[in-house]
Nanobody, 121 residues
Framework: VQLVESGGGSVQAGGSLRLSCTAS????????MAWFRRAPGKEREGVAA?????YYADDLKGRFSISRDNAKSTMYLQINDLKPEDTAMYYC???????????????????WGQGTQVTVS
């Protein structure tokens, strides 16, 4: 499985971005996909995940929206009303098994992309 993120960039506070993660490889190995981010000096944190349901970090609900286009093997993360504290490297991750209770556990994901940088000023 390979994951390739795109769509990051430098934006002003209040702006929007849509990140994309295009996947390749056996679909059975990437049933469950998620977005994580790592801000400078901070631990990696789960942003959102999706299988047959969607899950969000509590403090990010409302501004972040995850979606998937299975025909394009692509997952998206729409971020609205960007804030300077959203500055981070954003990663997509995938795994075969689905378990809603552990969606934010980075150690349970088998596949990771290289990340796309989001900088908000």
């Amino acid at each position: 499985v390979q994951l390739v993120e795109s769509g990051g960039g430098s934006v002003q506070a209040g702006g929007s971005l849509r990140l994309s993660c295009t996947a390749s490889g056996p679909s059975s190995s990437r049933n469950y996909m998620a977005w994580f981010r790592r801000a400078p000096g901070k631990e990696r944190e789960g942003v959102a995940a999706q299988d047959w349901a969607t899950y969000y970090a509590d403090d990010l609900k409302g501004r972040f929206s995850i979606s998937r286009d299975n025909a394009k093997s692509t997952m998206y993360l729409q971020i609205n009303d960007l804030k300077p504290e959203d500055t981070a490297m954003y990663y997509c991750a995938a795994r075969a098994a689905s378990c809603a209770l552990t969606w934010a556990r980075a150690d349970l994901y088998n596949y990771w992309g290289q990340g796309t940088q989001v900088t908000v000023s």
